[in-house]
């Protein structure tokens, strides 16, 4: 791990050049830039996560910790390049008393060239991250409801300040269980009158599954919140018997469809890594989430 204490953006890519060198590691093999826009509290735990998924894109990771109550005004920065962290690289910022509010600047000469650029606030996010000087440069910019104080209000945020290219990881936590609704509903024929989704209060996954079913189903949907984990269970009323997706622990689910046996399907929770993962794999916008959260009713 590399320290620099009152430095500057250009001189903390110029220490990655001067470490990638040393090690004899080019950087023709990473693929793009993510800025993590954090605070203490959240920086560690997406700065790790990040770096899990680093092991499957190979990527320069920054992360801008925003420290504006700091008596003096200056850049502090940890680097690291390689080695345990993996094929990436990884710097840590911290930008204190005034420079909080350049972390544009800051980050600008540290973006690899040719490159696209990836933003992720694993906390509170602009109600526009589009508009954000950070997010002017992304092409893919990723938000996450479920970690703020009111994530349906951060949820309504995202809504009205969407732009194609946004999205959230509420949406990426569905998509295991949107795999299994859609697979399991093709082997069903009858008319759907009604759907109700139940699952832990307040979380935007929640909002977002009846959004997306009440939209691909054209049918309307109930929400029932309770003070378990995630999606307990779906419900989906037809003119035979309903089809119904209940989670048996965390990472299981049985599915009850008319005239079939039971089957009990592996769906585990996922970590931050994976789902960052996952939105990494593409970078044109996600238009089904688009739909979703521009028709979404809260």
Known sequence: MIRLENTSGGAVAAA????????????????????ILADEESQADATAAAV??????????ITLIARPDARITQLDA??????????????????????????????VPLLLPDTPVVAYWPG??????SDSKIGRHAQRRITD????????????????????????????????????????????????????VEGERDNPSIALLGAWLGQSLNCSVETVWNDKQGVTSVQIDMD????????????????VRPGRADAHLTLPRRSVSALLAEELRRLDPDDMYGEVISNLSL
């Open 16 to 35: 990655i050049t001067a470490e990638r060198h040393r090690l004899g590691s080019p950087t023709t093999g990473m693929v793009l830039t993510l800025l």
């Open 52 to 61: 899990a998924t680093a092991r499957q894109h190979p990527m320069r990771i």
């Open 78 to 107: 940890m680097i690291s390049v390689g080695g345990d962290d993996g094929p990436g690289e990884v710097a840590v910022l911290r930008l204190r008393g005034e420079l909080s509010e350049y972390a544009n600047s800051v980050a």
């Open 124 to 129: 509170i996010a602009p109600d526009v991250p």
């Open 145 to 196: 409801a479920a970690n703020v104080r009111d994530p349906l209000a951060a949820l309504a945020t995202r809504k009205s300040g969407y732009v194609p290219g946004d999205t959230d990881l509420a949406w990426a936590r569905l998509t295991q269980w949107r795999s299994v609704l859609a697979s399991s509903f093709d082997q069903a024929s009858s008319p759907v009158h009604h759907v109700r």
């Open 240 to 255: 035979q018997a309903p089809l119904t997706i209940s989670r048996v622990d965390a990472k299981t689910v049985v599915v």
